[in-house]
């Protein structure tokens, strides 16, 4: 039965605190983080922040692998390969092996083998919202031959996993091309404001800011791929322009070299068809 199921967590981190929280109610569920020891009456720790009753912390990840039926890594990705070689010992025939990690695609499918060579199943699980909004109910994207029955239980759970099928790192490389856009819209706008400031002018660009991102649309996207490529000479110019202002002003200008460089690439090369469109 689902309620008898042994769930191990490896990572207690912001990720892991939540995935504890939620199922620690629904699971017999084990904890495994280094920097997270068990209090010496072997539950919760006091930094834990969860109620009595709650997951246990375990001093090892063998104790809390061994048995399981599901382990879910949410370790950092630089963490995910050593966590999984460290797991594998001690992985059940069967069991699944749910890798939440951000990392490359390929580390993933590295995941995969090692995970199989087990005997177990290994499944790229990518977590696509911030995990403090909607807690145990983030939407969270899987893949790998598995992904159907990490669903599954994810679903009967509290957790909303959809499985994509394809192969592990199919997952990730959806997470990673979202990084390159929100990540990098997050850093443009960081360096935006800080010339801005510099230039006396906060006020009036938060609010021009603030226009743009609430008018874009679907035309307005393709607006800025079509524009990128009818108009990259000039544009290339015009943001050589920017990267003087900012050297001017004493501002950080990476990400408006960047794009310069970008364009650059463009003139050369075109941009991307729009869906749908030639």
Known sequence: MASLMQVAVLGYGEVGHVLARGLAPRVPLRVYDPAHPPSPSGGPSPSGGLPSGGPRLVACNAEAVRGADVVIAVTTGADSLAACEESR??????????????????????????????????????????????GLATPILASGDDAARFADFAGRHGMDVTPIGGSPGDAAARKLLRSVLVKGLSALVIESRRAAEAAGL????????????????????????????????????????????????????????????????????GVPPSPGRP
Do not use: C
């Not at 699944?96 to 995969?112: E, F, H, N, V």
């Not at 110019?237 to 794009?259: F, K, N, Q, Y």
């Open 202 to 269: 906060g006020e009036w660009f938060w609010e021009h800011l603030l226009e743009t991102v609430s008018a874009a649309d679907e035309r307005f996207v393709v607006r800025l791929l079509e524009g990128a490529g009818q108009h990259s000479v000039r544009r290339v110019h015009e943001m050589h322009a920017a990267t003087r202002m900012l050297e001017s002003l004493g501002v950080p200008h990476a990400m408006t070299a960047a794009t310069a460089a970008t364009l650059e690439e463009v003139t050369r090369t």
């Open 89 to 134: 010992p001690n992985l059940r025939p069967g069991a699944l092996y749910a890798d939440l990690s951000t990392s490359a695609p390929g580390d993933k499918l590295r995941i995969a083998e090692l995970v199989a060579s087990a005997g177990a199943s290994a499944v790229d699980g990518a977590i696509m919202a911030p995990i403090p909004l909607r």
